[in-house]
């Protein structure tokens, strides 16, 4: 068996420099240390030990102290199929996912350059003057975007920058996009529910998912509710400020007066927000309330009791964006929309209603 041999951080960079440089991202002087620091989102000496190598190496040369380093003549373009490839986070939880770290690995492997935006998504709150000025200080060839709004990826569509979105509001736009399906996964977690004796079962999403109207996986648990015999509302699916203290104070509005019985929580950063919330009060799960998450997470393989959540395999939508990337570097228009189908897994998180609950009888009684 040949021995493993891990990578320092400075010889990854110098590899993801090579590569850009391969591509022809820059031409006659490479960008100063503070800027490729900033952009790689690494420590400037990792950077300059790096460009140091590249020297060594005889792809750049320098010019002095304090001056940018020359590209060497015949190193940049080496390579035509290359894309420069812009990655907008929603936010900064998304960049420790094994699903993103997977991405930009299969597009190194395919020697596409991809860089991640100084800004997220959540930071300029989907706003389409903040995220021109975004694409304009940080040019790219095409872009990736993670759970956009709608107006978004019409920015892109209208501009003309080819863009894949990933989960997002990309159904019914000309974009290209992937996302897990989730409809009969919303149906046999809310049948559950209801078998349990559930009936005030609350959806926590996301501003983007709510309006200007509600997402397919919003409509997809109201019409599950609907199903089932429970008149939705505003209560169902409150909104609520997309900031920490929003979401809290949602949370402290919801158990005021009629607390739920069941919460079905987007993402799994606002899940733990939720179970930390539930053990300040002492409201036990799945005692006094049942709760289900909407997406994986890895660390439920950690919980007692075990997680209910939607899960779905995330291979296909991988290959999807390698395949959109080399696509669009050959000159295609690629608009194809991948869908894959998710299930519900049960779990311990799942509990019979108690009458009267516990939880909403402690809290109504404060109200």
Request: glycine share 8%; net charge positive; aromatic share 6%.
């Amino acid at each position: 068996m040949r021995k493993l041999r891990i990578r320092s951080a400075v010889e990854q960079v110098a590899e993801h420099l090579r590569e850009a440089l391969a591509a022809g991202v820059w031409h006659d002087e490479m960008p100063g240390v503070l800027a490729l620091a900033g952009e790689l989102r690494v420590n400037h000496k990792t950077v300059e030990a790096a460009l140091s190598l590249l020297e060594r190496e005889g792809l750049l040369q320098s010019q002095g102290a304090r001056r940018a380093r020359r590209i060497a003549e015949g190193t940049a373009g080496a390579s035509t199929r290359s894309l420069r490839i812009g990655i907008l986070m929603y936010d900064e939880s998304d960049l420790r996912s094994d699903f993103f770290l997977d991405i930009r690995h299969l597009l190194q492997e395919a020697r596409h350059v991809s860089f991640v935006a100084r800004r997220m998504l959540l930071d300029i709150g989907m706003d389409t003057r903040k995220l021109a000025a975004v694409v304009e200080r940080q040019p790219a060839d095409a872009w990736l975007a993670f759970a956009a709004s709608r107006e978004v990826l019409e920015w892109f569509s209208a501009a003309g920058i080819p863009v894949f979105s990933m989960f997002g509001r990309f159904r019914r736009l000309q974009v290209a996009g992937g996302a897990p399906d989730k409809t009969r996964a919303y149906e046999a977690a809310v049948r559950l529910l209801v078998e349990q004796g559930h009936r005030k079962i609350v959806m926590l999403a996301r501003t983007e998912h709510r309006q200007p109207v509600p997402s397919l996986s919003v409509k997809a648990f109201l019409d599950a509710m609907e199903a089932e015999g429970i008149e939705t509302g505003e209560y169902h699916c409150p909104s609520w400020e997309n900031t920490r203290e929003g979401f809290h104070r949602c949370l402290q509005s919801l158990f005021h007066r009629t607390a739920p019985t069941a919460l079905i929580v987007q993402e799994g950063i606002l899940f733990g927000a939720v179970q930390q919330f539930l053990a300040a009060r002492g409201i036990q799960v799945p005692r006094d309330l049942s709760l289900v998450c909407t997406d994986p997470d890895p660390t439920f393989v950690w919980r007692i009791p075990t997680v209910a959540h939607i899960r779905w395999n995330n291979t296909p939508l991988v290959r999807r964006v390698a395949q959109w990337a080399d696509r669009i570097a050959l000159g295609k228009d690629d608009r194809r929309q991948l869908l894959i189908r998710a299930e519900f897994v049960p779990g311990g998180t799942i509990g019979r209603v108690r009458t009267p609950s516990p939880a909403s009888a402690g809290i109504r009684a404060r109200g």
